[in-house]
T-cell receptor, first 111, second 113 residues
Framework: GENVEQHPSTLSVQEGDSAVIKCTYS??????FPWYKQELGKGPQLIIDIRSNVGEKKDQRIAVTLNKTAKHFSLHITETQPEDSAVYFCAGEGSSYKLIFGSGTRLLVRP | NAGVMQNPRHLVRRRGQEARLRCSPMKGHSHVYWYRQLPEEGLKFMVYLQKENIIDESGMPKERFSAEFPKEGPSILRIQQVVRGDSAAYFC???????????FGPGTRLLVL
């Protein structure tokens, strides 16, 4: 079946350090992998996405890497700031283009 | 350009009542997805609709739940005879087309007493 696993479930880092969140997926046909940030009481906000024809994508302090052979992808946040504190979700594209979400990572950036 | 809009933002219902959740997609978007999020969990797909068509409803419970996206007006997720287990946040997302980026609304938080 379609499944996305995400680790760790919680992550605490010092301001200025890097944070890495990892996901694995089961459906080898998946070609699209977005990352969403969700703040308390709000809807998920897209922060970066990657398609299977590229291995890495970067946008300022945020980068995503994709390994299709191993079926895993990762989010990297550098120079973390307190406002990066939120829950982050990875997702993979399932059948009929629906998104299959990971269980989320609660990131805390300590000032 | 307004984002995805959902209303109401909060909805309280007693067991056995009906809940109607509305979603207006972003301007120019004709594809709508509904997801459910239980407390401290990820989002689970429910249904995918295009105007007047249900594309995929594999995540919808077989009973009490229905969804529509009429030619005119918002998409509606309807839950009949609600039970306490229906309490969750329901999110709508929209996209321009197949395989396009999905943008999420702020959600409707349903509480069943």
């Amino acid at each position: 079946g379609e499944n996305v696993e995400q680790h760790p479930s919680t992550l605490s880092v010092q301001e200025g350090d890097s944070a890495v969140i990892k996901c694995t997926y089961s459906d080898s046909a998946s070609n699209y992998f977005p990352w969403y940030k969700q703040e308390l009481g709000k809807g998920p906000q897209l922060i970066i996405d990657i398609r299977s024809n590229v291995g890495e994508k970067k946008d300022q302090r945020i980068a995503v890497t994709l390994n299709k052979t191993a079926k895993h992808f990762s989010l990297h946040i550098t120079e973390t700031q307190p406002e990066d504190s939120a829950v982050y979700f990875c997702a993979g594209e399932g059948s009929s283009y629906k998104l299959i979400f990971g269980s989320g990572t609660r990131l805390l950036v300590r000032p | 350009n307004a984002g995805v809009m959902q209303n109401p933002r909060h909805l309280v219902r007693r067991r056995g009542q009906e809940a109607r959740l509305r979603c207006s997609p972003m301007k120019g978007h004709s594809h709508v997805y509904w997801y459910r999020q239980l407390p401290e969990e990820g989002l689970k797909f429910m249904v995918y609709l295009q105007k007047e068509n249900i594309i995929d409803e594999s995540g919808m419970p077989k009973e009490r739940f229905s969804a529509e996206f009429p030619k005119e007006g918002p998409s509606i997720l309807r839950i009949q005879q609600v039970v306490r287990g229906d309490s969750a946040a329901y999110f709508c997302a929209s996209s321009m087309g197949f395989q396009e980026t999905q943008y999420f609304g702020p959600g409707t938080r349903l509480l069943v007493l």
